[in-house]
């Protein structure tokens, strides 16, 4: 059985062992652009944790390299703003956290493969 466009396989599960839920659809987030946080072997940088973006992560995330405020319209992508849902790859994530930067994360919306990566009482204590 295949999935629809705008939902995740059904056995794909979050960090709390649920159904994974959307993470966000304005922008359309996650690997695959259907607004969820899942990713397949491709996905190297495993998009997996579901973030409600704040400025200061925007800065910082622009810092390592990774504009993530900035319009590409080549890509259909209209910039991050304070306030958006975005599926970041889990390493940014947690490299982010250990810097003191980390966003909020939203535990429904992130994939259960982010906990090879972050163990879940560090999730949770940035839990939206």
Do not use: K
Request: with cysteine; hydrophobic share 35%; net charge negative.
């Amino acid at each position: 059985m295949v999935a629809s466009p705008l939902q995740p396989p059904a056995e794909s599960r979050n960090v709390l062992g649920e159904p994974l839920q959307e993470c966000g659809c304005a922008p359309l987030t996650g690997w695959f652009r259907d607004g969820y946080c899942h990713a397949d072997p491709g996905d190297f940088g495993r998009h997996t944790v579901c973030c409600v973006v704040n400025e200061s992560f925007l800065t910082y995330s622009r810092a390592q390299g990774n504009d993530l405020s900035t319009p590409m319209p080549a890509y259909n992508f209209p910039g991050l703003r304070a306030g958006d849902h975005w599926c970041v790859c889990a390493a940014r994530w947690l490299e982010a956290y250990e810097d003191g930067m980390a966003p909020p994360v939203r535990l429904e919306s992130s994939a259960f493969s982010t906990l090879e990566v972050i163990p879940l009482e560090v999730l949770r204590s940035h839990a939206a």
